[in-house]
C-alpha cells in the first residue's frame, strides 16, 4: 500500500493552497521539456564524468531517479518540501536506486553542504518559483566543484529579449504557476553576471500539448493516473484546494503560449571564483 495514500492530502491552516502545495498534496512534479531537454541537460553537465551530482528541487523524485539509473555516480536530492521529498523516496524503492540517492530537505538560498562538493548540480524547473535567484545561483555555484558544471534552466516569457509584453490579467495567471517568471533577457542577464565559464544558454518554446504528453511520460502513466484520482478527491473533498486548483485548471492557453524554458550550463572556474 502507498504510505501516503492514507493520509490527508491537504491539512494546512486557513490560507489557500500555493501550486507547489497542490502539486505535493497529489504527487507531480512542474518539469519543461520532458526527458528530451533533461537528456540535453546531462550531456551538457558531463554527468558521465561526475561521481556525486546535487538535485536540486528534486519533487517527486523522478530527475534523481534517472540518473541514477543512467550514470555511475551517486545522488544527493533535496527539495524544500517534505512531501515531496516523501514522493521521491517512494520512487527511488521503486525504481531499485534507493541505495544511490541520498534525500534531505534543503532550501535553495541556504543549501546545507560544504563549499567545492559536487561535480555536478541539477536544478530543473525550480528557479521560476524563487524570488531572489542571484543568492539561489550562488548557493548553486558554492556547492559546485571548481571544474564542475551547473545548470539552473526555469521559465521565462517568450518572445526573444524584448517580447511584447502580456495583457495584466493573463500576466497574473501565468504567474500562477511561477511568481518570479523573468524576461528571457532578464535571465541571461543573471546568468551572465555570475563567473562560470563556458555558459550555455539555450532557449526553447513550450507547446501546451506537447508538455501534457511530455509530462505524463516523465512521470509514468501509473503516476499520473494516480495524481488524477487525488486531483479529484481534492476538488470532491477540499474547498480551499477546490478553490486553488479551478484557478490553477483556468489557465488560458493563450497564457501558456507566453511561456518558455531555458537551459543555462556553465563550469565552474577551478580557480574557485565561480560566484
Not at 136 to 145: D, H, K, P, S, Y
Amino acid at each position: 500500500m502507498n504510505s501516503l495514500e492514507n493520509k490527508p492530502i491537504y491539512t494546512a491552516g486557513d490560507e489557500e493552497p500555493t501550486y507547489l502545495d497542490i502539486q505535493a498534496a497529489v504527487g507531480i512534479s512542474k518539469h519543461m521539456g520532458g526527458y528530451a531537454a533533461t537528456d540535453e541537460l546531462h550531456r551538457l553537465c558531463h554527468l558521465e564524468e561526475a561521481q556525486e551530482v546535487l538535485d536540486v528541487g528534486c519533487g517527486i523524485g523522478v530527475g534523481p531517479a534517472y540518473i541514477a539509473r543512467q550514470f555511475d555516480c551517486q545522488m544527493m536530492a533535496v527539495d524544500i518540501s517534505e512531501k515531496m521529498l516523501s514522493w521521491a523516496r517512494q520512487r527511488a524503492r521503486r525504481e531499485g536506486v534507493a541505495d544511490r540517492i541520498a534525500f534531505r530537505k534543503a532550501d535553495v538560498r541556504e543549501l546545507p553542504f560544504e563549499d567545492d562538493r559536487f561535480d555536478a548540480v541539477i536544478v530543473e524547473s525550480v528557479l521560476a518559483f524563487v524570488e531572489d535567484k542571484e543568492t539561489a545561483i550562488r548557493e548553486l555555484i558554492r556547492v559546485t566543484q571548481p571544474g564542475g558544471y551547473g545548470s539552473p534552466p526555469s521559465n521565462s516569457p517568450q518572445g526573444g529579449e524584448e517580447p511584447e509584453p502580456p495583457p495584466p490579467d493573463m500576466l497574473t495567471k501565468v504567474l500562477y504557476i511561477g511568481p518570479a517568471i523573468l524576461t528571457e533577457a532578464e535571465w541571461r542577464a543573471v546568468w551572465e553576471a555570475t563567473k562560470m565559464e563556458a555558459r550555455t544558454i539555450q532557449t526553447r518554446p513550450l507547446e501546451a500539448k506537447q508538455e501534457v504528453r511530455d509530462r505524463i511520460k516523465w512521470v509514468g502513466w501509473r503516476s499520473a493516473l494516480s495524481a488524477q484520482g487525488r486531483v479529484l478527491k481534492l476538488l470532491l473533498t477540499n474547498p480551499r484546494s477546490r478553490e486553488a486548483l479551478k484557478e490553477q485548471l483556468d489557465t488560458p492557453a493563450d497564457a501558456i503560449k507566453l511561456i518558455g524554458y531555458a537551459l543555462f550550463v556553465g563550469r565552474k572556474p577551478a580557480d574557485r571564483e565561480g560566484g
